[in-house]
Nanobody, 122 residues
Framework: QLQLVESGGGLVQLGGSLRLSCIAS????????IGWFRQAPGKERERVSC????????SYRDSVKGRFTISRDNAKNTVYLQMNSLKPEDTAVYYC???????????????WGQGTQVTVSS
């Protein structure tokens, strides 16, 4: 199964920043929309942000708008999630996944990886 590898998580204080990276190995992200998701303990996985294959279209869930920025570098086969002004409620395991197509809806092409833990302390 195709998987992406997430990195960049860690422990930060309220108001801190982190930049997550999503790297593909043996799979090209070009042509696929990429989503960042998160799952907190006891909660369902939710999509945080998504970027189209060209990077021209992005979306964010309301709770992270203005704080998180998604970007991609197709030459590096990498997608990033810059997270600023972090809050305790952002604490979760963060995952990335590729959609089957170039837009942010429909089926996923990749299965879930191990994710990267983000913990925000107050």
């Amino acid at each position: 199964q195709l998987q992406l590898v997430e990195s960049g998580g860690g422990l930060v204080q309220l108001g801190g920043s982190l930049r997550l990276s999503c790297i593909a190995s043996g799979f090209t992200l070009d042509g696929h929309a990429i989503g960042w998701f998160r799952q907190a303990p006891g909660k369902e996985r939710e999509r945080v942000s998504c970027i189209s294959s060209s990077g021209g279209s992005t979306s964010y869930r309301d709770s992270v708008k203005g704080r998180f920025t998604i970007s991609r570098d197709n030459a590096k086969n990498t997608v990033y999630l810059q997270m600023n002004s972090l809050k305790p409620e952002d604490t979760a395991v963060y995952y990335c996944a590729a959609y089957l197509y170039s837009y942010c809806s429909g089926a996923l092409e990749t299965s879930w990886g191990q994710g990267t833990q983000v913990t925000v302390s107050s």
